[in-house]
Structures are given as structure tokens and as C-alpha cells.
């Protein structure tokens, strides 16, 4: 079976987030950057469902050539290789451009199964996935906390408002996964040494048969037009309890005045 | 200038109309003439209730095989009625299906989408939205044409207004593909959830790691129970597998605007803010006094949560 995962690299998420003023872009310093965390899930996914059923991962990202590093930890936690789709006329692409590039390549790979993230930790517009799925006309089964693969069946188990949902297809079928789906490895120091010599597959827009004007900010369909930080604070009440419950008579005096109770 | 046509995805529970998609009949009502399209079975009632809300159509598919196969039948339908109707503007919730079908018939069109809005409207022909990113910054986002423009909002950020309209109701033809029935429903079990959900309660009880253990979300249960309320969790405890992504509240999880939203054991992360700042009222309860919850607290409590929340529970319920 063969696997593509989709993978991104994003600006560390536990430091604050910077926008550039002029291009309204997030900045991507690349040391502060890590393989998306959602993306491990996908990662996961592909490496137990290929140590069972035998087969292939292939981890595709698109994105600035630092986006290596990211391709490299997915390696190191056991994919077989990646491709990189880097060139300069990329910067600025929104989810239909990322998808037309990401189907570009995954198209010519003809795996079994792509799995991504259910959305991108920076952009967390959960747009690409299902485009891709259209666009590389795969069934699309989202939000799974559970899949399992048997003869060309996949079924995947998910929740969804109120209701828990098992879903089915026949392969080659796209997935998204949730952090319920399994724990993420850690990669080894065996891992990290492999993934060096891992092969990573760079293409430019030329190698894809993409116009320029079909990804990267030119073919973006949504721009930002103005941008504006926001800071709120609160002047509430602060009580500190002792320790035996002493702040409880506070709570409901204000339950109280809010007419809650 | 002809009225502009305004559609909203509709969804049903229980035979009725999810609230996020009255919410959106709100907005559509606002910018244009307003219409539901709702692609499954369903009575008199939800037909009546989408058209009480502002909805002047209903486009309807009235077929099982909505409820039998997942996204494409609808994708479908809606393309091949976008075609014949050429509407202006079609607002999506963020549930999860909408979003699949969303994605998927962006990807059929080729056109682009906003997500996470806020707030949409028009100034001349151009779409702007609202599209808070991170919490810390707010973005004006426009999306290029050709119409329709694809937006999908975030929930409560448009009120539900009965305004006592009649819809007339346009039945959706489904002359479908079986090629493109491809990822079957193969079973939905609701989920048996006490009290509220919490897209609609009006007090939420939620719990991060301070809580210490999944054991603990008993406690918060408990005291849900004695206000009516719903639980809800922080990140944190979802991607420790504590509580069901379903319980997430937070950016990449639901948006709540509760009267009353008590915070309990939760630091209150950026993104975590983001999807609960709108409460009315926000309670918090954490050890740390420094803790940026408390930032936007209007009772901020300094103490541990485990001692505190079953006496709370303990004095409402001997009231
Ligand atoms: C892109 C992105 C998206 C995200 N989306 C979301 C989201 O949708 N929702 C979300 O919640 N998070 C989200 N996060 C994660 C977020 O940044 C935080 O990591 C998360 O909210 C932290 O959860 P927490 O407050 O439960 O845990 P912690 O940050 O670990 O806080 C635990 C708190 O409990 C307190 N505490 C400990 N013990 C006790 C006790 N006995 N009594 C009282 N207090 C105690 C501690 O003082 C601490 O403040 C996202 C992060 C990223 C990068
Ligand atoms: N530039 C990218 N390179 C690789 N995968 C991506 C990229 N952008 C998005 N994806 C995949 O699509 C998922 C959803 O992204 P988004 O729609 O941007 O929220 C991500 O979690 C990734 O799995």
C-alpha cells in the first residue's frame, strides 16, 4: 500500500505569532519553525497502517526550502522519503493554490491513501484536504479517530455533532485525522540518522506543469486587505481561596447577581 | 442593482434545523434575499421553521441518499444547482459536514473560500469578511470572483431572528451519479449527552489539564448538571485523549458564547480565548495567579480546582 501524507511546516505554535505589517504574511523565521504537530497524527497513521499492511509512506509538503526540515522529521519518525514542492512564484498561496500544488504531485505518485491533518496549525482553514480530494477525485473520509484498512475497504470511525459516525470506501480514498487517532512516535536516534539519507524529491512549478499564475499569491482567490491586532483585558474581581473551599460563598454571590442561581 | 441571492447550508437534527444555520439566515437576510438549501429528508416543521427565520426559499432534496452516502451526492447537487440558479454568496456553518461539502465543491468550482469568518458584507460588488486569525489580529479578507463567493462562519457570530416569513419550497431534482456515492454513512449512533450541547447551553463548565486526570471531568459534570450547564475542555485534554475532539472549545475547536463560562483548571492559551471570549460571563478557577485567564475573567478565583468545584457543587445543590 502506498501513502502520502501531507505535511506543513509551521512556525513554532508555543511562540507568539508574527504578521508582516506590509504583506500581511505570517513571518517563517525557519529556526523557529517544526513540522506541524497536527501532521504527526497523519504521520502516525501511515507508518501503522504500513507496518501492518506492508507498503510505502511518502510525506509530501509544500513551502520554503527550510520546509526540508520538517520533510526530515517526518522521515526520521519512519516515512521512506519525501518530495518538496519549493519555488518562489509558491509564497503567498492560499488553500486553492496549495491544493492545485499538492494534487500536481500526488497525482503522479497514484497512492492508496493520502492522509492530512484535519486543518493547518497557522492557516487552520481545513480548505485543502477536501479541495485535494476533489481535485484527485478520491472519496474524502474526515475527522477519523479510528481507521482500519481491509482488501480495498477503509472504514473510519469519527465523531461528529452529537453522533458518532463509521464511515466507508474503497481505496484510494483521502482521509483526514484528528489527535484522537493514534499517538505520534518519537523519532530515534536510528530514525534521525536514517532520515539523513533519506531522499528528498524538490520540484519547481516548471517540473509540475503548473502556470504561475494558478498558485502562489497570483492565483490566490482570497487576499487580506487590511489587518488589525486586537488586545482585550478585563477588570474583573480576583478571590483567593484558602485552600478548604473559602472562595465558594464568592462564587455564588456572583451566580447570584448574574441571576445563574 | 438586483437583490442579491443569498443561499445558507442547512442541516437538520432531530427533524429540525440546526440553530448555526438560523444564525445564518440572519446574515443572508442582511445582504440579500435569503435561501435554504437543504439537501435531506424532512417534515413540514423544518421547512416551516427555516422559512420563519428568514429563509424566502427552500431549495430542497428530499432524498434518502443524502443520510445514506457522505459529501459528493451533495456536492452534486449543490454544483449543479449553483449552475442553474447562479446565486451570489452561499454561507456555510462550521459543522463538520459543511465543511467537507464545502471544500469539495470549492475544489469542483475552482473557487476560492473564506473560512473562520466573523462578520460578512458587501461594499459594491466586493465580498468582505471578518476572519479573526489567532486571536491576536483581525483580519478584512475579500475573495476574488467570479460569483458565488464561498464563505463559511464561525458559530454564534450572527444572532437567531424569527421573523415570521413563509418559505416557498423549490424541490432539488437528484438525478445523482451512483459513481459519485463513493463514501458510505454506514451507521450515525447520537450520542446520548445529557443536558445541553454545548453549541446552545448557556452555562458552560470546562476543564483543562489542571483538572490532573481524566477521572476528574466527573467533577465538572457534576456541576454542570446542578446549572443546567455543558462541558467543555481545553486542547490540552483532548490530545490527551481525556474528552472526545467533540468537547473542544478553543480556534481549532467550537466557539461559544454562553451567559456563564467557568474555566476550571484551564491557562487560557490564545488560542483557547478565541473560541470562548465571547461569553458573557467568564468564571475562573486556577492556581495560578498569574495565569492569562484571568485576564478576561469577571470572577477570577486563585485555588485549586479539585477542592473547589465539588464544594460549589455541594452548596448549589443543598440550595
Ligand atoms: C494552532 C493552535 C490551535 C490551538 N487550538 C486550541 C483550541 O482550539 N482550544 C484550546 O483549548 N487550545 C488550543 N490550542 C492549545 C493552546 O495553545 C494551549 O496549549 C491549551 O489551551 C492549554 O490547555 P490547558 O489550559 O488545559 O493546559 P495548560 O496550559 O497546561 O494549563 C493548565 C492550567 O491549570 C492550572 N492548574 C493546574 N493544577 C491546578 C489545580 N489543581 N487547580 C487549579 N488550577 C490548576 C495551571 O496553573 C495552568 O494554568 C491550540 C494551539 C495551537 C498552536
Ligand atoms: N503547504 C502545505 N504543504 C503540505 N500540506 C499542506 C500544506 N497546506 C496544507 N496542507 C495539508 O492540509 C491540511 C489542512 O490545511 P488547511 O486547509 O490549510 O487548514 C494540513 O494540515 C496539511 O495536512
Known sequence: MKICVTVKQVPDPNLPMQVDPATHRLVRNPDQSILDPADEYGVETALR????????????????????????????????????????????????????????????????????????TDAYTGMVPGMLAELLDLPQLTFARQVAVEGQTVTVHRDIEGATQVLRAQLPALLTVTASIAEPRYPSFKGVMAAKRKPIDERDLASLGLEAGAVGAAGAAERVVALEEVREEKQGQMVTDDGTGSSVEAIVAFLERIQVV | ???????????????????????????????????????????????????????????????????????????????????????????????????????????????????????????????????????????????????????????????????GGQAEVRPVATALDPAACRVQVVETVPQVAEGPNLEEAEVIVAGGRGLGKAENFRLLEELAR???????????????????????????????????????????????????????????????????????????????????????TERLAGR
Not at chain 2, 465580498?127 to 489580529?137: I, K, M, Q, R
Open chain 1, 49 to 120: 497502517l504500513v507496518e501492518e499492511h506492508g507498503g510505502e509512506v511518502v510525506v509530501v509538503s509544500m513551502g520554503p526550502p527550510s520546509a526540508a526540515d520538517a520533510l526530515r522529521r517526518a522521515m526520521a519518525m519512519g516515512a521512506d522519503r519525501a518530495i518538496l514542492i519549493t519555488d518562489e512564484a509558491l509564497a503567498g498561496s492560499d488553500a486553492r493554490a496549495t491544493a492545485r500544488a499538492l494534487a500536481a504531485v500526488i497525482r503522479g505518485e497514484q497512492p492508496d491513501l493520502v492522509i492530512c491533518a484535519i486543518e493547518a
Open chain 2, 1 to 163: 442593482m438586483a437583490t442579491r441571492r443569498v443561499w445558507v447550508w442547512t442541516e437538520l437534527t432531530d427533524g429540525a434545523p440546526q440553530r448555526p444555520a438560523l444564525e445564518l439566515l440572519t446574515a443572508a437576510r442582511g445582504l440579500g434575499e435569503a435561501a435554504a438549501v437543504l439537501l435531506a429528508p424532512a417534515g413540514d416543521e423544518a421547512i416551516a421553521a427555516l422559512g420563519a427565520h428568514g429563509a424566502a426559499v427552500v431549495y430542497h432534496g428530499d432524498d434518502a441518499i443524502y443520510t445514506q452516502y457522505a459529501v459528493e451526492p451533495q456536492v452534486a447537487a449543490l454544483a449543479a444547482l449553483i449552475e442553474a440558479e447562479a446565486p451570489d454568496l452561499l454561507l456555510f456553518p462550521s459543522t463538520f459536514t459543511a465543511r467537507d461539502v464545502l471544500a469539495r465543491l470549492a475544489g469542483r468550482l475552482g473557487a476560492g473560500v473564506i473560512a473562520n469568518a466573523t462578520s460578512v458584507r458587501f461594499e459594491g460588488d466586493r465580498l468582505l469578511a471578518t476572519v479573526p486569525y489567532t486571536g491576536a489580529y483581525v483580519a478584512t479578507v475579500t475573495l476574488e470572483g467570479p460569483a458565488p463567493y464561498l464563505v463559511q462562519v464561525r458559530p454564534k457570530a450572527y444572532p437567531v431572528e424569527p421573523v
Open chain 2, 226 to 312: 446542578q446549572l443546567g450547564g455543558a462541558v467543555g475542555a481545553s486542547r490540552a485534554v483532548v490530545d490527551a485523549g481525556w474528552v472526545p475532539y467533540s468537547y473542544q472549545i478553543g480556534q481549532t475547536g467550537k466557539t461559544v458564547k454562553p451567559n456563564l463560562y467557568i474555566a476550571c483548571g484551564i491557562s487560557g492559551a490564545i488560542q483557547h480565548l478565541a473560541g470562548m471570549k465571547g461569553s458573557k460571563h467568564v468564571i475562573a478557577i486556577n492556581q495560578d495567579p498569574d495565569a492569562a485567564i484571568f485576564e478576561i475573567a469577571d470572577l477570577g478565583v486563585v485555588g485549586d480546582v479539585l477542592t473547589i468545584v465539588p464544594k460549589l
